[in-house]
């Protein structure tokens, strides 16, 4: 029993239907990453010995339009990109806006202080410092000679 019948140019109907759904979604979504290319915002986690660094790309964001949340071992960033070019020349006028909303959700490697959260956004790059919390800072043992 065939459960997918080919079209004449020998591909299934589902196949073709797939990538058209993918064109479309390509189409639509324009510059924004999709999960094809990766997510969104791409992130740099870095495990120091008292911190731990965040660096986010929020290009064409405002410092105003992201949020930052700590919630247990969980950082939320989100916020909303509003982006728009204009040209305007002898007999030519160009117009294009860029809108959206996005959400990255980490799982943080070790305790922090959430209420120690320092978080700046400069040049497209949103750096977050997360302050270790004190029990979850390494601690040098030092080993005595019997």
């Given at each position: 029993?065939?459960l997918?019948?080919?079209?004449k ?10 990538s ?10 324009g510059?924004?990453p ?28 405002k ?15 989100s ?16 117009l ?14 070790s ?13 497209g ?21 019997q």
């Open positions: 029993m065939a997918m019948r080919t079209n140019r020998g591909g299934s109907d589902l196949a073709r239907l797939h058209e759904m993918d064109d479309l979604f390509k189409t639509f979504f510059g924004w999709t999960y094809e290319h990766g997510l969104w915002p791409a992130v740099d986690v870095a495990d120091d010995d008292d911190a731990i660094i965040v660096k986010a790309e929020v290009p064409g964001c410092a105003d339009d992201i949020d930052i949340s700590v919630h247990g071992s969980t950082l939320t960033i916020g909303e990109k509003k982006q728009e070019e204009e040209k305007k020349e002898k007999g030519y006028y160009h294009e806006r860029s809108y959206g909303s996005f959400r990255r959700d980490l799982n943080l490697p305790d922090v202080e959430p209420a120690n959260v320092e978080a700046v956004y400069k040049n790059v949103l750096t977050i410092t997360l302050p270790k919390a004190e029990r979850a800072k390494s601690v040098k043992v030092e080993v005595k000679e």
